[in-house]
Nanobody, 120 residues
Framework: QVQLVESGGGLVQAGGSLRLSCAASGSIFSINTMAWYRQAPGKQRELVATITSGGSTNYADSVKGRFSISRDNAKNTVYLQMNSLNPEDTAVYYC??????????????WGQGTQVTVSS
């Protein structure tokens, strides 16, 4: 079992910044790709950003130039730095990770989500 716990969400004014963290724990042997998704009320969950174990990143067009994903492999943690936030960024943000357990089982795990609210 691999657990993901997000933190860092909150209320921020338009134009402000937030930094989200997601720490993985459990019987982890290694983690490949980590990602951030978000889901706004009444909308589908959408991919925000991904980062591979080698550090390659990809971003949704809507956040390019504003968001930055990074990871600390020693801490099994992924971060999402969010700048120039606008109300359209309001959503629950979820962490996702592809992990191999110590039993050599491949898992695709999700965190519980953290709320980000951007006011006008």
């Amino acid at each position: 079992q691999v657990q993901l716990v997000e933190s860092g969400g909150g209320l921020v004014q338009a134009g402000g910044s937030l930094r989200l963290s997601c720490a993985a724990s459990g019987s982890i042997f290694s983690i490949n790709t980590m990602a951030w998704y978000r889901q706004a009320p009444g909308k589908q969950r959408e991919l925000v950003a991904t980062i591979t174990s080698g550090g390659s990143t990809n971003y949704a067009d809507s956040v390019k130039g504003r968001f930055s994903i990074s990871r600390d492999n020693a801490k099994n943690t992924v971060y999402l730095q969010m700048n120039s936030l606008n109300p359209e960024d309001t959503a629950v943000y979820y962490c996702n990770a592809e992990a191999i357990t110590t039993a050599r089982v491949w898992l695709h795990s999700w965190g519980q989500g953290t709320q980000v609210t951007v006011s006008s």
